[in-house]
């Protein structure tokens, strides 16, 4: 029935969906992974959860990422191959894949976790490896002008692994005012001491070229290093993210941080550190969610009563 649960979101009628990394069919170690929904009692009692699917590996995918709700809430995802959607043809659940990597010389490989949708159905992404330099990409599918159509993939970035670009991105990407992303790289140059932060600016008119332009660089030491999440964007523009290594020097390459960039002006950022673990949490591995009421939550790998990981809120 599945193993290791990804991130869940809700439905309409309150409803969860959510995927798991391992379990379902035999046909990998420890199962392909699953698709799967739990639906709320109607008074009280025990959630019912149903199984939707099971992936079978080769082809058809394994150890799918997390699942989001798009376009007349379907349902989409990736596998590190592929890019699924999961919806009602013909009144039957189908899954169909939407996207293979690679599909072309140039095109990303190993897609990451984390997808989002623009205001327009557009869906967006990151790999970590492939392009044309195999430091990773940042990818966008276009739905289908007809139903049943093929989506059609756009590279919005190919990484080069320098200082003045980054590289290996690993988590997802926001999405801002007028359309910009941002996300991060994990790496720029220097091995566990690297990595960057990135914004990457829509053409003023349809189908010229995306702008792209890094708005941090991080250094290690004191400041975080290897940036290995999904950032959050609050309403006035800030950026918030962690980073896996860098901070405080009592872990081996550092504990990780917590970070803010903020806009200046003339595409300038400012970045706050705004904690470094020790012994209250140490390499944080879960994207920081931004809730209504201001507060920040994540998770982080280890410590805790028994050295297995942490859930964290704090003020920004």
Same mark, same amino acid.
């Given at each position: 029935m599945g193993n290791k649960p990804n991130d869940i979101v809700f439905g309409p009628k309150g409803e969860i969906y959510s995927t798991t990394f391992l379990g379902g069919s035999a046909n990998c170690f420890q199962g392909c992974g699953t698709i799967f929904q739990l639906t709320p009692p109607s008074n009280g009692g025990s959630w019912t959860k149903q199984l939707l699917y099971e992936f079978t590996g080769a082809q058809d995918g394994q150890a799918p990422g997390n699942v989001k709700i798009g376009p007349s809430h379907?349902?989409?995802?990736?596998?590190?191959?592929?890019?699924?959607?999961?919806?009602?043809?013909?009144?039957?659940?189908?899954?169909?894949?939407?996207?293979v990597f690679p599909a072309a010389t140039g095109d990303?490989?190993?897609?990451?976790?984390?997808?989002?949708?623009?205001?327009? *159905?557009?869906?967006?992404?990151?790999?970590?490896?492939?392009?044309?330099?195999?430091? &990773? /990409?940042? #990818?966008? $599918?276009? +739905?289908?002008?007809?139903?049943?159509?093929?989506?059609?993939?756009?590279?919005l970035h190919s990484f080069t692994g320098s200082s003045t670009d980054g590289g290996y991105p690993i988590g997802g990407l926001v999405i801002g005012r007028n359309g910009v992303i941002y996300g991060t790289a994990s790496y720029s140059g220097v091995a566990n001491d690297s990595g960057t932060a990135?914004?990457?600016?829509?053409?003023?008119?349809?189908?010229?070229?995306?702008?792209?332009?890094?708005?941090?660089?991080?250094?290690?030491?004191?400041?975080g290093a290897t940036p290995a999440t999904t950032t959050a964007l609050d309403q006035k523009g800030n950026l918030y *993210?962690?980073?896996?290594?860098?901070?405080?020097?009592?872990?081996?390459?550092?504990? &990780? /941080?917590? #970070?803010? $960039?903020? +806009?200046?002006?003339?595409?300038?950022?400012?970045?706050?550190?705004?904690?470094?673990?020790?012994?209250?949490?140490?390499?944080?591995?879960?994207?920081?969610?931004?809730?209504h009421d201001g507060l920040l939550y994540g998770t982080s790998e280890f410590f805790g009563a028994s050295n297995d990981g942490t859930v964290f809120t704090m003020t920004p």
């Open positions: 379907a349902l989409y995802g990736t596998t590190p191959s592929t890019v699924w959607e999961f919806a009602k043809v013909g009144g039957i659940l189908t899954k169909t894949i939407i996207h990303g490989q190993a897609a990451n976790a984390d997808i989002v949708f623009d205001g327009k *159905g557009n869906l967006y992404g990151t790999t970590y490896d492939g392009g044309h330099s195999r430091f &990773g /990409t940042v #990818f966008e $599918l276009s +739905p289908p002008a007809v139903v049943g159509g093929a989506w059609t993939e756009t590279i990135f914004e990457l600016t829509p053409p003023a008119q349809s189908g010229g070229h995306w702008t792209y332009n890094v708005i941090h660089t991080f250094g290690g030491g004191k400041d *993210g962690t980073t896996w290594n860098g901070g405080s020097s009592a872990c081996y390459l550092g504990c &990780g /941080t917590i #970070f803010t $960039l903020a +806009p200046t002006g003339k595409g300038n950022w400012t970045e706050t550190i705004l904690h470094n673990w020790a012994n209250s949490g140490q390499n944080p591995d879960g994207s920081i969610v931004v809730l």
